[in-house]
């Protein structure tokens, strides 16, 4: 088991309200990175936080935002939710960042459920 | 989008037999990886092998990787029922940052 905690594990919403998905990464890891899990589905990058800052972003409307705080927990937030945003939501944390770097494994948490109704 | 494609997309054998995951995928690569998923849940890393690398073991695990073919594939020896689960494969492209690009997955059920 990783030390990335996902908050909460399930969560029902009604489509139109707007949601907030936390992630704790391991201790040291300054790198956080959100991705979507559709049923039957490989993740999707949404985005990728690097102290503090946007630092990489996939193919998601802008109603799906995110913060880094100084302690590099992340939240994930969800406007105006569809139902096609019902999937898995895992964080990942990992230590370093930069292609110069190359990457190292990723550490994900156990995901958020998120049905939209 | 999805950068790899494993295959199959699903395999059954029975315990004690060997188990082989194929990963195609698009762009040039720094690394790939392949990751584990029970049931839905969170993923778990089980092998890195660089793009200057070829061939890698850990355990009962063995990866091979030939970037002139952009290929990868995942052989588990002597498989349990424990190992039935979904395996992702992930590239981590030549990019200005560094970030996962996982395929479909292959889910493999192995019966006792």
């Keep these: 088991e990783t030390g990335v905690t996902q908050s909460p594990t399930h969560l029902i919403k009604t489509r139109g309200q707007q949601v907030t998905l936390r992630c704790s990464s391991q201790s040291g890891h300054n790198t956080v990175s959100w991705y979507q899990q559709a049923l039957g589905q490989g993740p999707q990058f949404i985005f990728q936080y690097y102290r503090e800052e946007e630092n990489g972003r996939g193919n998601f409307p802008p109603r799906f935002s995110g913060l880094q705080f100084p302690n590099y927990s992340s939240e994930l937030n969800v406007n105006a939710l569809e139902l096609d945003d019902s999937a898995l939501y895992l964080c990942a944390s990992s230590p370093g960042q930069g292609a110069s770097m190359g990457t190292t494994e990723a550490f994900f948490g156990q995901g958020t459920r998120l049905t939209v109704v | ?112």
């Excluded at chain 2, 890698?56 to 695990?61: D, T």
């Excluded at chain 2, 190992?83 to 997955?105: H, I, P, W």
Aim: charged share 20%.
């Design chain 2, 1 to 112: 989008s999805q950068q790899g494609e494993e295959d199959p997309q699903a395999l059954s054998i029975q315990e004690g037999e060997n188990a082989t995951m194929n990963c195609s995928y698009k762009t040039s690569i720094n690394n790939l990886q392949w990751y584990r998923q029970n049931s839905g849940r969170g993923l778990v890393h089980l092998i890195l092998i660089r793009s200057n690398e070829r061939e890698k073991h850990s355990g009962r695990l063995r990866v091979t990787l030939d970037t002139s073919k952009k290929s990868s594939s995942l052989l588990i020896t002597a498989s349990r029922a424990a190992d039935t689960a979904s395996y992702f494969c992930a590239t981590d492209a030549r990019s200005g940052y560094s970030t996962l690009t996982f395929g479909k997955g292959t889910m493999l059920l192995v019966s006792p």
